[in-house]
């Protein structure tokens, strides 16, 4: 067993402007933060999974109202939360994901439970739910979800007649509040997660690149693992997680090289914008974007631990 181990952590991506954050709102976004990297890598120190931690990390971040993901997620043209997440694990590249769920509290412990107790990696709407209540799961309210900030949200894209991919007329005006987590365990095993609310206002059912593994989603043992935010129809035409996957493994790119060429070149040239964070096999962590910035933490190989929101910190 290595004593190598290592977490990264996000929140969202996009247009987070300086003089429109509160005090109130920076202290309240940092500590969600940190308290979902310390309790990501609280597993970590015990010698757990890396898939465990991810997972832990990102159900704290679902707890919180200051992210699309679980309680807070945007709402649907129809007034509804719809929420998407996936899991990948490296070791094998076992995945599970869940896509339009209504009624569960942590949909990446569903996916989760998808990769683990299924045969399958993709599960939908009520099907997901009907799996998730087999399995233990409590049924959960819609309003528990709900949110004022996300109500007045819809409110004002429905007046506009538009659909959002951020957020607007908040203080993280443009920011795609999708949470995702990476880590390396002391096995040497790297995993992913991706959870997301989507985006204000959708119709037909839409799905972004959460809950598309390869897309927003990827893990490799002895390579990568990705987690990414952003605008999803770009990311998912990229499949820009594992094409970062792809540049390391077949051009020996480093992550930091990788990343970065993947971010600010492709997608950026296609008119996508958003991030990504990625851990390498041996724990090196880069977070990349395009955007002016992603919330974001880690807690490295030594134990520091990095709290950041903007692109130029």
Known sequence: MS??????????????????????????????????VKAGHKVLSAGGDALDAATEAVKVLEDSPHFNAGRGSVLTHQEMVEMDASVMHGREMDAGAVAGVRHVRYPIALAKDVMQKSDHVLLIGDGAETFAFEQGHEYTEQDFFFTERRYEQLQSMKEKGLYALSESQYPDDNKFGTVGAVALDKNGNLAAATSTGGITNKKYGRVGDSALIGCGTYAENGNVAVSTTGMGEYFIRKTVASDVAARM??????????????????????????GLIAIDAQGVIHFAMNSSGMYRASIDITGDLTLAIYADE
């Not at 402007?17 to 979902?36: G, I, R, Y």
């Open 3 to 36: 004593s190598t181990f290592a977490i990264a952590i996000h929140g969202g991506a996009g247009t987070i402007v300086k003089e429109q954050m509160s005090d109130e709102l920076k202290s309240e976004v940092m500590t969600a933060l940190k308290a979902s």
């Open 249 to 274: 493994r077949y051009l020996k790119e480093d992550v930091q090289t990788a990343s970065e060429a993947v971010v600010q070149g492709d997608l950026k040239d296609m008119g996508g914008e958003g």
